[in-house]
């Protein structure tokens, strides 16, 4: 396969700008609704930059939670950055400041974007991450500016768009029977923790699924059977 | 400082060591054969997760509303191998025309 470039991300992450840039926006209408100043709801999407999250501040800040609360909430839902950083360390190279800096445009879409059957691919996370950057804050922008006036993203079914694309990433990563486990019991832990913990709880506890990767083993592997004294050796290294 | 300022340097602070703490740790390093078959299967599970609670929840709630039928829609284009963007447009497609004509 040829080797992908930035542009190569951007391009993927193109059908998905619409969106983006929707809810960018939708997020600034409801910041500024939620009494937040026009300044602090684009600093937080340049520098939070998780939608998610950003919701959970302004919605329990509007509602007249505290900022404690309000952390709590955030920090919970941006907790399954962490797994799945792990799960992409592979694709970053360089100095640690270097691979800080570009571990911050790993988003959902960024990390779903570039996941390859063999692991995570550096450029297309980095491009894809980049133009999602500029979109998600760009609109931010003309949410806190245009206010009411902008068109509720759910009525252009683009609420939709995102569980579509994540199902379009995870297809081609279900090719064998461990796999296809992991993303079975992984979303039936979400769906029945939805409703009985806080946000965030149901796709962080729904790493768990990994484990089912200890019960079997990478691949198999005649030549052990044939190994005298279960001494297992490679059969050509 | 202002509660909003103060969950802005506390949530953005938390979620870049979030998001840097294993490509910073994990440098040049190798996971051990059973830890990397584990960590492999990180992206199904969370993929499928987020294809959950995307499409059947809102508020912590389950909710069944027009972004299922969307999804489904997006499983047919898939199985067909129909490109991202037919995907990602039929999904959003049926949900806006389901809510246009409810």
Redesign the interface.
């Known amino acids: 396969m040829a080797e992908r470039t930035y542009r190569d991300g951007m391009r993927?992450l193109?059908?998905?700008m619409p969106?983006i840039v929707a809810f960018g926006a939708s997020f600034g209408v409801l910041a500024r609704a939620a009494g937040?100043?026009a300044l602090?709801a684009v600093?937080?999407s340049a520098?939070?930059?998780?939608g998610s999250?950003q919701f959970a501040?302004v919605s329990v800040?509007g509602a007249g939670g505290?900022?404690a609360a309000?952390?709590g909430a955030?920090?919970l839902l941006?907790?399954?950055?962490?797994?799945?950083?792990?799960?992409?360390?592979?694709a970053?190279?360089g100095g640690?400041l270097r691979?800080?800096l570009?571990?911050?445009l790993?988003v959902?879409e960024s990390w779903?974007l570039s996941?390859r059957e063999d692991g995570f691919d550096r450029k297309v996370l980095i491009g894809a991450g980049g133009l999602l950057y500029l979109g998600w804050t760009g609109g931010t922008a003309v949410g806190v500016l245009a206010g009411d006036s902008l068109t509720d993203p759910?009525?252009?079914?683009?609420?939709?768009?995102?569980?579509?694309?994540?199902?379009?990433?995870?297809?081609p990563?279900?090719r064998d029977r461990?796999?296809?486990g992991?993303?079975?019991?992984?979303?039936v832990?979400?769906?029945a923790l939805?409703?009985v913990?806080?946000?965030g709880v149901?796709?962080i506890a729904?790493?768990?699924?990994?484990?089912?990767?200890?019960t079997?083993p990478?691949r198999r592997e005649p030549a052990r059977r044939r190994t005298p004294a279960g001494r297992p050796q490679e059969a050509s290294t | 400082m202002?509660?909003?300022?103060?969950?802005?340097l506390?949530?953005?602070l938390?979620?870049?060591a979030?998001?840097?703490?294993?490509?910073?740790l994990?440098?040049?390093r190798q996971l051990p054969?059973?830890a990397?078959?584990?960590?492999?299967?990180?992206?199904?599970?969370?993929?499928?997760?987020?294809?959950?609670?995307?499409?059947?929840?809102a508020?912590?709630?389950?909710v069944l509303d027009?972004?299922a039928p969307?999804?489904a829609v997006?499983?047919v284009a898939?199985l067909l191998r129909a490109p991202?963007?037919v995907?990602?447009?039929?999904?959003?497609?049926?949900?806006?025309?389901l809510?246009a004509i409810s």
């Open positions: 993927v193109l059908p998905l969106a937040v100043d602090a600093v937080m520098t939070t930059f998780a999250a501040v800040l505290t900022a309000a952390i955030a920090v941006n907790a399954r950055y962490a797994p799945m950083a792990i799960a992409a360390s592979g970053f190279h640690p691979r800080l570009e571990a911050q790993l959902d779903a996941s759910a009525t252009l079914g683009l609420d939709a768009a995102f569980p579509a694309l994540f199902l379009a990433l995870l297809a990563l279900l461990a796999a296809m992991a993303a079975a019991i992984g979303a832990i979400a769906i939805t409703p913990t806080p946000a149901p796709v729904a790493t768990a699924a990994c484990l089912v990767g200890l079997r990478r | 202002s509660a909003v300022w103060l969950c802005v506390v949530v953005g938390a979620t870049v979030l998001k840097a703490a294993g490509p910073v994990a440098a040049g054969q059973g990397a078959r584990v960590v492999d299967l990180l992206a199904p599970a969370l993929l499928a997760a987020l294809v959950a609670t995307q499409a059947f929840s508020d912590e709630e389950l027009e972004r969307g999804v997006a499983a898939i991202l963007l995907v990602v447009v039929a999904a959003a497609a049926t949900a806006a025309g809510r």
